[in-house]
């Protein structure tokens, strides 16, 4: 079953959406078209130049040398930003990205911010004006920060259905530890990583869903980006152990009463674990 909850304190810290097409060599004519349709979304605008790092021999620093090089030298990057919702795109000539660092929900009907409908507000005016017939790729990527109180294997287990092998290396005794996994489901790729920092605070497992589709119609796009979320959403199921709901289960996760009311109805994020345990 697909996520459509609203969460007001999401273990989701950044959500990415990206295109990957052939190199348009047309696409800056293109760009002021695009920037009228979407300002109401993405009010900010700037022009970036991407430069691949140089190396050099001798004295004078990397630093140095970039400065020297022509303002205009590397490659094009529109970036278009809205801060108060978190909302960032990147167009080039050959892809587009929208990621979100405010991610409240997919595609819920009852809620407002749904990320499912900023990607459809930049994606349709994009393949309007530039008639592409297929994409390269088409991806969706969350990452996840997924507290659990104690820095104990005990404690590890009882929120997570983990690939990590605790039973090798316990989380007492892991400094980093991290499982990568790359598989195909059916027509759809799934990079997926479990990545866990005993130096990070609070104490968390860090999960990394990115899912994929290659050559796709464009017309597609969007049923496409719908099956990537459900095959993320069913991959963060499998991998969450522990109720996300009601506040009986967030005190049992070890929030404070307080805390597991203001998440639970809404009137504000976690306070019991800020800054650590």
């Known amino acids: 079953m697909p996520i459509t909850e609203v969460f ?6 950044q959500v990415f959406f990206q295109i990957q097409f052939p190199n348009l060599f047309f696409i800056e004519s293109k760009i002021g078209d695009l920037q009228l349709k979407i300002m109401d979304k993405f009010p900010e605008s700037s022009l970036l130049f991407q430069r691949q790092l140089v190396f050099a021999p001798g004295a004078e620093k990397i630093e140095d040398l970039q400065q020297k090089l022509p303002q205009e030298q590397g490659v094009k990057l529109w970036q278009f930003k809205n801060q108060a919702l978190g909302y ?3 167009v ?34 994009f393949l309007d004006l530039t008639k ?15 507290p659990f109180k104690e820095k104990t294997t005990t404690s590890f ?9 605790t039973t090798r290396f316990t989380i007492e005794d892991s400094v980093e530890h ?12 799934m990079r997926y990583v479990e990545t866990y920092n005993a130096n990070i605070n609070p104490t ?6 990115d899912g994929s589709a290659n050559n796709i119609l464009s017309s597609a796009w969007l049923d496409t980006t719908d099956q990537l979320h459900i095959l993320i959403a069913k991959e ?40 650590g345990e």
């Open 178 to 189: 991290q499982y990568v996994a790359f598989v195909k489901r059916d027509q759809y790729f």
């Open 236 to 275: 963060y199921e499998a991998t969450i152990k522990a109720p996300r709901g009601g506040q009986n289960h967030l005190e049992a996760w070890g929030h404070t009463r307080h805390c597991a009311r203001r998440m639970v109805w809404g009137d504000g994020q976690c306070e019991c674990w800020r800054g």
């Open 8 to 13: 007001p304190n999401s273990t989701v810290k």
């Open 88 to 90: 960032q795109l990147d």
């Open 92 to 125: 080039s000539s050959n892809y587009l990205t929208i990621t979100s660092t405010s991610h409240k929900t997919y595609n819920n009907q009852t809620a407002d911010n749904r990320f499912r409908d900023i990607i459809a507000h930049v994606l349709k005016p």
């Open 157 to 165: 287990l009882a929120y997570f259905n983990s690939c990590l092998s």
């Open 132 to 146: 592409l017939p297929t994409l390269n790729r088409v991806g969706l990527r969350y990452i996840d920060e997924c």
């Open 204 to 209: 968390s497992l860090t999960l990394d869903f």
